[in-house]
């Protein structure tokens, strides 16, 4: 296990049906103490995980999940094969029922199988769940997701949208670092990930600093937290998390939402679509389109747009959701070959 010291800051304020702005709002991780200890989910997983697994059963709608799957070999690290040209698991499509059934009977086993289902959306594979376990976070118009798991290790990477993670069985172990440890993390592809998040390839597990000594400058920024089933997890935009799954059955419902409007995208298509456009410009033309960037994108001032009439902006106007569809039209036929 890492050393880590930095322990994840507390808020004990809040409850599941009123979560203070200060939490929603927060630039900072913050762990919420039995945001979840109410529910209905917990108390099952409380007594055991077959309680847990019988619990959630009742809202099964029958629709097949996509677990992925991996030997006992990779002792639970979702991760890419030795070469990165594909991964150490493969996906398959189950029953909710085959996955916990499995689940509890390989509980036993010294090294069991990985399996894990990830981002499963709950009023799609659950109906009526939601009824009587869940955070009042209407106004925040998340998405909502099931995770369910057997001892597990997730590689640190970021999400766009904020996050609650509620434990609610099993316990996990967060580490998370500040979005400015890019550089220390050693990410991995973009376009080839398991499950479309660029991932650190380091092994938490075992380091390997003589080929990831900036790792050591990454730890000092780490923050640590172990979640029992209850607790909750408030993981703010772009910071990056390492997730492992300590119990031999393993759920977790998260909440996902974002600052800004769905129909704007995600800014990681974005990335993609400066990389083919603006990464192999020679440099002095990168450096004037760094310029553009910073005028247009990361630093827009009112006044360098004062001289253009508001009906004539067009997108340099506050974009809504017709002008957004009119864009990924535009870009659409302008990236046809």
Not at 210 to 217: G, L
Request: charged share 20%; glycine share 6%; hydrophobic share 40%.
């Amino acid at each position: 296990m890492l050393e880590i010291t930095t322990q994840i800051k507390e808020f004990g304020g809040a409850r599941a049906d009123r979560i203070p702005d200060a939490v929603l709002s927060s630039t900072q991780p913050l762990v919420m103490r039995g945001l979840a200890a109410d529910w209905p989910i917990v108390t099952a997983a409380k007594k055991s995980a077959a309680d847990a697994a019988s619990y959630l059963q009742s809202f099964d709608s029958g629709k097949l999940l996509t677990a992925m799957a991996g030997a006992p070999e990779i002792d639970g690290r979702i991760f890419y094969n030795s070469d990165l040209t594909g991964f150490n698991f493969e996906h398959r499509r189950l029953p909710l029922a085959q996955i916990l059934q499995t689940l509890i009977h390989c509980s036993a086993e010294e090294k069991p199988p990985t399996l894990y289902v990830g981002s499963s959306n709950v009023d799609h594979w659950l109906p009526g769940f939601r009824h009587d376990n869940d955070l009042a976070l209407q106004d925040q118009d998340p998405v909502i997701s099931l995770w369910i798991s057997s001892r597990s290790r997730i590689a640190a990477h970021y999400d766009f949208p904020t996050n609650i993670a509620c434990c609610v069985a099993g316990r996990r172990r967060f580490t998370l670092f500040p979005p400015d440890q890019l550089k220390n993390l050693y990410v991995g592809p973009i376009d080839l990930t398991p499950a479309g998040q660029p991932i650190s390839l380091v092994d938490f597990t075992a380091p390997d600093y003589d080929q990831h000594p900036k790792f050591r400058e990454a730890l000092k920024t780490a923050q640590v937290v172990e979640l029992e089933p209850g607790d909750a997890l408030l993981i703010p935009s772009m910071w990056w998390h390492h997730v492992e799954s300590l119990d031999s059955v393993n759920i977790l419902v998260n909440y996902w939402w974002r600052s800004t409007p769905y129909y704007l995208g995600g800014p990681l298509n974005v990335l993609q679509h400066g990389i083919l456009g603006l990464r192999d410009l020679p440099p002095e033309q990168r450096q004037v389109w760094q310029q553009i960037f910073e005028h247009y994108v990361f630093n827009p001032q009112a006044e360098d747009m004062a001289h253009i009439p508001e009906h004539a902006r067009g997108v340099l106007n506050v974009i809504d959701e017709e002008t957004a569809i009119q864009i990924r039209q535009l870009l659409a036929n302008k990236l046809k070959p």
